[in-house]
């Protein structure tokens, strides 16, 4: 039996490489200093919330806000969620429906502009996008005429009425850019071929495979309608309009109560920061999804 001398330098080549480590150096202190310098200054504000509203009225002070409450108490988050507990449900009647809504609305547009392409697709699909580039403010008298005409009650239905329509042009954007560089080709073929029509296709095939899109329209939507104060403004009121109108009525008032404000802003924003927690990792690869070909 002869022995084949193999070269150490072969060993070393077959033998797995471990990654060698970056040297921890001024570059990367200056890197991490930056980014807990930017984290504390996004956190202050944070705090001063947090703190401010589970403190009491002799608490409160621009020389004490930094300072933690000498005696916690939850009486201004009593009084807020007592202010703001019938337009938080409210508002969930709004946010909802607009975000489902304006998704699905969406979804059909971008898939017949980018899959089943018609003369004209290309001028829509402008026209759609101009929507977007409509300042709020330039449209809300004619906005109100509008929907007063057409009889659509006011509050939350005059609401979910107006966004879901302005929802549509960023929602058949996203949808459109999906669809156009996710979705096969093949795959929409191969239904027509099976004798598919444009609705069966996209009810049963496209749908179920859209799922990315809708997680990011449904958060981009839900999160508008919940934030919106203009449209609620001026098409609403403190006993018909979503919580933003109460949080308002809640802070602004001759001698506010910084406390249960501070409470109510948290409450406020409590939903949709849940949203994003639950939905955020999948909301960059969703709004990825479309932006390159693969």
């Known amino acids: 039996m002869t022995t084949v001398a193999v070269p150490p330098a072969a060993v070393e080549s077959l033998a797995p490489r471990r990654k060698a480590k970056r040297p921890f150096g001024p570059a990367s202190i200056v890197k991490y200093a930056l980014a807990i310098l930017f984290l504390l200054i996004v956190l202050m504000p944070l705090y001063v919330l947090i703190v401010t509203s589970f403190k009491s009225g002799g608490d409160i002070g621009v020389t004490s806000q930094w300072n933690l409450p000498e005696h916690w108490t939850t009486a201004s988050w009593v009084k807020a969620w007592s202010s703001l507990r019938d337009s938080f449900f409210r508002t969930f009647q ?24 018609f003369p004209g697709a290309d001028v829509v699909f ?6 977007m580039f409509i300042p709020y403010q330039a449209v809300m008298i004619p906005l109100r005429e509008i929907v007063t005409t057409l009889g659509i009650p006011p509050g939350i239905p005059t609401l979910v009425f107006v966004h879901c329509i302005y929802g ?28 598919a029509g444009l609705l069966r ?36 009121n403190t006993r018909n309009g979503p919580i933003t109108i109460a949080l308002n009525a ?20 409590l939903p949709t920061l849940i949203v994003y927690v ?13 932006s390159v070909k693969s």
């Open 94 to 117: 709004l946010a909802i429906p607009v975000a489902v809504i304006s998704s699905l609305i969406g979804a059909a547009n971008g898939f017949v502009l980018s899959r089943w392409r």
């Open 126 to 131: 402008t026209l759609i996008l101009f929507g």
């Open 168 to 195: 549509i042009p960023i929602c058949t954007l996203i949808f459109r850019n999906y669809y156009a560089t996710t979705v096969p080709e093949e795959l929409v073929e191969a239904a027509r071929v099976d004798g």
């Open 201 to 236: 296709t996209f009810g049963w095939i496209i749908l179920p495979i859209s799922i990315p899109g809708f997680v990011v329209t449904i958060i981009w939507q839900f999160t508008s309608a919940w934030n919106d104060y203009l449209f609620a403004i001026f098409l609403s």
């Open 250 to 269: 809640l802070a602004g008032a001759q001698s506010p109560d910084y406390a249960a404000s501070m409470a109510g802003a948290l409450i406020t924003s």
């Open 278 to 290: 639950l939905l955020g990792r999948w909301f960059i690869g969703g709004l990825m999804a479309g």
